[in-house]
């Protein structure tokens, strides 16, 4: 069965510095890999996705992820952090083929930026 | 109008109601779910459907069920709502073809079980 692993509850960061967040899934094979963020009182939207191809992938706002498939690891970057950043983030995975669809999420990381 | 709409987006209810979450797409999309999110656990798949005909359960559907009205239409219920159940629930949809994967997420419906 798959899973997710997302390492640090809460992350705390300076204003400007480097974010990281961490993923790592377990899965018999690669999964699809996403990142989504949720802001306070809403749903979730996705920051990027891994399907294929280029293992490092850029998404919304600034943010980078990229996928090691010998680490099992999906990680969330951004060089310099924004206050609107502060938000709590969700790692997940879902299959291939035509039976994906269902995320499996990992349980989430919450942002916070200092100014 | 947002693409998916969940109604209500907050409910308090008592321990033993029976009690409706309504979804609704104009996505188009075929494919849709119903997650729960508890603090530190992350969003859990309860009920999922791949299309109209299709019903499917997910990791925890145990006390709850799903209609699915329309390609539009998905409703959660809970049959007797125990405080457990607190919880703030997501609806969603995709597409899942042609590598359309991105799943679109309704604001939620925000549950409290006294």
């Known amino acids: 069965a798959q899973s997710v692993t997302q390492l640090g509850s809460h992350v705390s960061v300076s204003e400007g510095a480097l974010v990281l967040l961490r993923c790592n899934y377990s899965s018999s094979v690669p999964p699809y890999l996403f990142w989504y963020v949720q802001y306070p009182n809403q749903g979730l939207q996705l920051l990027l996705k891994?399907?294929?191809?280029?293992?490092l992938v850029k998404g919304i706002n600034g943010f980078e992820a990229e996928f090691k498939k010998s680490e099992t690891s999906f990680h969330l970057t951004k060089p310099s952090a924004h206050m609107s950043d502060a938000a709590e983030y969700f790692c997940?995975?879902?299959?291939?083929?035509?039976?994906?669809?269902?995320?499996?999420f990992g349980q989430g990381t919450e942002l916070s930026v200092k100014p | 109008d947002a693409d998916v709409t969940q109604t209500p987006r907050n409910r308090i209810t008592k321990t033993g109601k029976r009690i409706m979450l309504e979804c609704s797409q104009t996505k188009g999309h075929d494919r849709m779910y119903w997650y729960r999110q508890d603090p530190g656990l992350g969003l859990r798949l309860i009920y999922y459907s791949f299309d109209v005909k299709d019903i499917n359960k997910g990791e925890i559907s145990d006390g709850y069920s799903v209609s699915r009205q329309a390609q539009a239409k998905f409703s959660l219920s809970l049959e007797s709502a125990i405080p457990n159940q607190t919880a703030l629930y997501f609806c969603a949809t995709s597409d899942w073809v042609g590598g359309k994967v991105e799943a679109f997420f309704g604001q939620g419906t925000r549950l409290t079980v006294v």
């Open positions: 997940a995975v879902s299959d291939r083929g035509n039976q994906g669809g269902k995320l499996i």
């Open positions: 891994y399907t294929t191809g280029a293992t």
